[in-house]
């Protein structure tokens, strides 16, 4: 097991494009998160799975945000018309659906330029 | 919503020496569990140490432990015997015993060791 990952590392897009994130979550880890860290800040909440189901968007996910799990595995987020405000780094996270004391495993990151 | 507050952007210490850093957090629930975060430049996140609200016993692992002070709601991280690698961002962060179990960051306060 290698961890969590995510695809790609980093995205430079002009404004207005669309854009497409993957995270692979760690296997048999049920709980999937994303985050989004600006710079110098500390990650926010963006949306949480469990399996494949979404059962908590943050309001920061506006309605250019949208996040899939199909089949409880791996998640994408994608942004469509983006805007210069989105450029950030977005993370994943997962963790068995045990209990809140089991920490959350995060990836690397995918690092959003808009231009 | 629970807050959690880091008031030291940075600080910085002499290689070997002890430091801590300061946390505070605003919480009305009584079933929650506070972390301490470590990112390195340009690494993902790790976790460094976690404690369970509902013990009294500060935690302890290696060279790190917390002063958690529940009814001061404090949660302090202190590095003994500092190392050239402890050099990164940290993040306290709450996360309910309920829900969805995000994790509520702290804005960060990055450490230096100086050699």
């Known amino acids: 097991d290698t961890g969590v990952s995510q695809n790609p590392r980093h995205k430079i897009t002009k404004r207005g494009q669309n854009v497409t994130f993957r995270c692979d979550p760690i296997?048999?880890?049920?709980?999937l998160y994303w985050y989004r860290q600006t710079l110098g800040q500390g990650p926010e909440f963006l949306t949480y799975?469990?399996?494949?189901?979404?059962?908590?968007k943050s309001r920061l996910l506006s309605d250019r945000f949208s996040a899939e799990r199909p089949k409880g595995s791996f998640s994408t987020l994608e942004i469509q018309r983006t805007e210069q405000g989105d450029s950030a780094m977005y993370l994943c996270?997962?963790?068995?659906?045990?209990?809140?004391?089991?920490?959350?495993?995060f990836g690397p990151g995918t690092r959003l330029t808009v231009t | 919503a629970q807050t959690v507050t880091q008031s030291q952007p940075e600080m910085s210490v002499q290689e070997a020496e002890t430091v801590t850093l300061s946390c505070t957090y605003d919480?009305?629930?009584?079933?929650?569990?506070l972390f301490w975060y470590k990112q390195p430049p340009s690494r993902q996140m790790i976790l460094v140490i976690r404690?369970?609200?509902?013990?009294?016993q500060n935690a302890t692992e290696n060279r790190f432990s917390v002063n958690f002070q529940k009814a001061a709601k404090s949660f302090s991280l202190k590095i003994s015997d500092s190392q050239l690698g402890d050099a990164a961002m940290y993040f306290c962060?709450?996360?309910?015993?309920?829900?969805?179990?995000?994790?509520?960051f702290g804005q960060g306060t990055r450490l230096t060791i100086n050699p």
């Open positions: 996270a997962s963790s068995p659906d045990v209990s809140a004391s089991y920490e959350q495993y």
């Open positions: 799975f469990q399996n494949e189901a979404q059962l908590e």
């Open positions: 296997s048999e880890h049920n709980r």
């Open positions: 404690q369970e609200a509902y013990k009294q």
């Open positions: 919480t009305s629930e009584s079933d929650y569990y």
């Open positions: 962060a709450y996360r309910s015993g309920q829900g969805a179990q995000k994790l509520v």
